[in-house]
């Protein structure tokens, strides 16, 4: 009864938030790359014949089912694990919620490479200051307000639903960090206009599963080559 | 048993992705802000409390359940209208492929709009050429391959699950269109590479449902409001 993970193995990357629920969640799993290397996870995908993923991370499941795209994985496991609410209503909310994580995350990568994904950041820097602009000023406050008004929606508890954790909360948590590393300034003269979604935070980063997490080398720190970069350049209050 | 769908109406944008299945499928629906214009979308979307849409389009159910997000909206509606298969495999299948759709879309209105999504296209136009480049030489085959990679894949039809349309077989019609529309060199050039997306394409152009709203005043021209646009200057062979 154990999944297999394929990422990147030097960074957190959108792998990042499959492992968080895998790891919030105590459920077994391989993270093949980080032990067989990158070499193998091209080795994998180039082997797929038909259903093959357009990009890591993918999960294959103990029966052999592989499934690409983070919130396809989450929204498999939420309702293989109990990682998210069964009632239709909550579990769409919740799916959506990971959706928009999700753009958000993509808008994040897009600063600091805006014109060539395929290009080096330092072959694109006035076009990432310009575009570091945009998503300091008006993007990060629009998605930061939206999810703290979601986190402040139930009063039960600092969790997305109240009292109980979802994977959309580990991956709300994973979203500050990474905003935190990339835009120290930016967040710190922002981040207490969202105080649902920072309490949430705290709250994910003190499950047990999140914290053994944190605490071990499983989880590797921030770098200059995933998702979430700290370019001095880029931020600002 | 009527939806009610908000999108901006002047423009097929992401809603036409949801126009299409639900006119595909005959299924029952009002586009709000068509018959009521682009301020009722706005009052709407501000006057909801809780758990609001971060964006349009987003669909309102007969029940009155409220669904953000393409790839949602689509899962729901491919499972309760059967728009798609039901075998798990199946459907996780077509979702994942709907969301490498979405994120073509977001690459290729990042073409136009890759420093600033609150700025003008003619505020970023060499921004904009570089982005075309990189897309039009690498992101349009790498997309293209995969989708053409999924189409071949079952044999016993033109369409992703053989010879019963899914939601993903129009969004993927939908896909051909807006790159022809936005990209004609380009893709003059290099659509006789993929011919079982373009055998699909046209399998389902001649669905009795996606006929008729072609050849119906319900669907909007392309224009330079939308994501797919045609900028002479970013496109090439």
Redesign the interface.
């Known amino acids: 009864m154990t999944y297999t993970l394929w990422y990147w193995p030097e960074i957190q990357g959108r792998g990042e938030f499959v492992r968080l629920a895998l790891e919030a969640g105590g459920i077994d799993y391989v993270d093949a790359a980080r032990e067989q290397g990158s070499d193998a996870l091209l080795a994998d995908l180039n082997a797929r014949h038909?259903?093959?993923?357009?990009a890591p991370p993918y999960l294959e499941t103990p029966e052999g089912?592989v499934?690409?795209?983070v919130?396809?994985i989450l929204a498999?496991l939420g309702e293989r694990h109990m990682l998210a609410p069964s009632e239709?209503?909550d579990r769409?909310?919740i799916?959506?919620l990971q959706?928009?994580i999700a753009?958000c995350v993509?808008e994040a990568h897009?600063v600091h490479h805006?014109?060539?994904?395929?290009?080096y950041y330092e072959d694109?820097k006035p076009?990432a200051a310009?575009?570091a602009q945009?998503f300091r000023d008006?993007?990060m406050p629009k998605f930061l307000g939206?999810f703290d008004?979601?986190a402040a929606?139930d009063e039960s508890g600092a969790f997305l639903m109240g009292p109980r954790w979802t994977y959309a909360d580990c991956s709300l948590f994973q979203l500050v960090e990474g905003l935190r590393y990339a835009f120290p300034q930016r967040m710190a003269a922002i981040e207490g206009d969202y105080p649902a979604l920072m309490a949430l935070h705290r709250a994910v980063s003190d499950l047990a599963g999140v914290k053994a997490y944190l605490a071990s080398d499983r989880r590797l720190a921030f770098n200059e080559m995933g998702i979430f970069r700290h370019y001095p350049e880029l931020d600002g209050a």
Chains 1, 2 share one sequence.
């Open positions: 038909g259903r093959t993923p357009f089912l499934i690409a795209h919130a396809a498999y239709l209503a769409l909310w799916e959506q959706l928009t753009d993509t897009n805006p014109v060539g994904t395929g290009d694109q076009e310009r575009a945009t008006e993007r939206h008004d979601a929606h």
